[in-house]
């Protein structure tokens, strides 16, 4: 089965062709990230303009590239959570070709398509396992037993981890997204000279907290601002470090302690902020202590992308699940409401 895959859920128009059984045949991204830059966060509106603008000529190229003009045997395009209108772009484009080529289109949860993106990579993990979902939306550890089959063993109370970078960054006039400027600067910083704390990792539980660590991030800045003038390139850089090992090391805490609740030696970690080196170095050191591995999918399949809208969807559609021909998106859609294949 040929899918075509269609992602616009946030600032990003993806789109793929999966094949069951030849693999992920290409795909093609396009970041509004320069579109956003100037207001330092997403603008919704613009958004969907732009996917607007993007998607079709997108779906051409790629349609054209792999070789799959008048071949896709189905559509799928992300129906939530994420940006009403965005989504709404992605999922009318994608339900009108399917009912102009006659292929049967199916809704995908954006989440289960990040959850699934390491299963692209060579050598993918098995379930059961537990998986760490960290994007600019969602902090989440889940136990995986099968696709569908997903429990929720913790969450943030509060902001998501990729939400904290990005204020993190924003507090110290770093570009948007600040994810990866704050990883790019806490290349350069000096160990030990700010200590954050470690949320939530005093008390049992898997749940997590990021607020606080933001707010010890505007403490840090302004007090520096008031002694010193505002901070110079190397006191980011050295912010933005003592922040990132927080965020890590907390999560590695967290991580470590599902597997150990669940019995299990397989994590996954997916969603943007699984793009982060450091994050991915210290989980292998962490798990290789407990004989348990991590398993991540490349750079470009951590953030938004439309492979892993292609493949999520070809695995429902393959166990005979379809959307129907009225166009539904969910904004808010908790992933434990899924159905097992
Ligand atoms: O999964 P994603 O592309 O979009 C959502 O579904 O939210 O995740 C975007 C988030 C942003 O908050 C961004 O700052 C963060 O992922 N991010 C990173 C890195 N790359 C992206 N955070 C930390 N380190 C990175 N290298
Ligand atoms: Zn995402």
Redesign the pocket.
């Known amino acids: 089965m040929r899918v075509l895959g269609i992602e616009t859920s ?1 600032d990003e128009t993806g789109v793929a062709v999966y094949d069951s059984e030849q693999g992920l045949l290409g795909h093609e991204l396009y970041s509004q990230i320069k579109l956003h830059a100037e207001y330092g966060g997403v603008v919704p509106e613009l958004a969907s303009r732009d996917h607007i603008r993007k998607l079709i000529p997108l779906i051409d190229q790629i349609l054209g590239k792999t070789d799959s003009k008048k071949r896709i045997d189905a559509l799928a395009y992300t129906c939530g959570p994420g940006l009403i209108g965005a989504l709404l772009v992605g999922g009318c484009v994608g339900r009108s070709l399917a009912y102009a080529w006659g292929v049967p289109a199916i809704g995908v949860h ?1 989440m289960e398509g ?1 959850l699934l993106a390491p299963l692209l990579e060579n050598n993918p993990p098995r379930f059961p396992f537990v998986a760490l979902l960290v ?3 969602h902090t989440q550890l889940v136990e995986v037993t099968a696709i569908g089959q997903y429990q929720l063993l913790g969450e943030s109370l509060d902001d998501a981890a ?2 904290a ?2 204020k993190a960054a924003k507090m110290m006039d770093l570009d948007y ?4 400027q ?2 790019r600067f806490a290349e350069k910083g000096v160990p030990g000279r700010f200590k954050f704390p470690r949320p939530m990792t005093n008390r049992p539980g898997l749940d997590f907290s990021f607020s606080g660590l933001k707010t010890f991030t505007l403490n840090t800045v302004t007090e520096h601002a008031q002694a010193n003038g505002l901070p110079d390139d190397q006191t980011c850089a050295d912010i933005a470090h003592a922040f990132q090992e927080a965020v890590v090391d907390t999560l590695v805490i967290k991580c470590r302690r599902a597997l150990q609740q669940c019995n299990m030696d397989t994590l996954i970690i997916a ?3 699984s ?2 080196d450091r994050l991915r170095v210290k989980l292998e050191q962490a798990l290789a202590k407990i004989n348990s591995r991590v398993f991540y999918a490349r750079h470009e399949f951590c ?2 992308n439309g492979a892993m809208i292609a493949f999520a969807g070809c695995q429902r559609l393959l166990a005979g699940e379809t959307s129907p021909l009225a166009v539904d998106v969910f904004p808010r859609w908790p992933l434990d409401t899924l159905g097992a294949l």
């Open positions: 946030c954006h990040h994007s600019g939306g990729g939400e970078f990005d997204p600040g994810g990866p704050i990883a969603g943007g902020v793009a982060n953030t938004d």
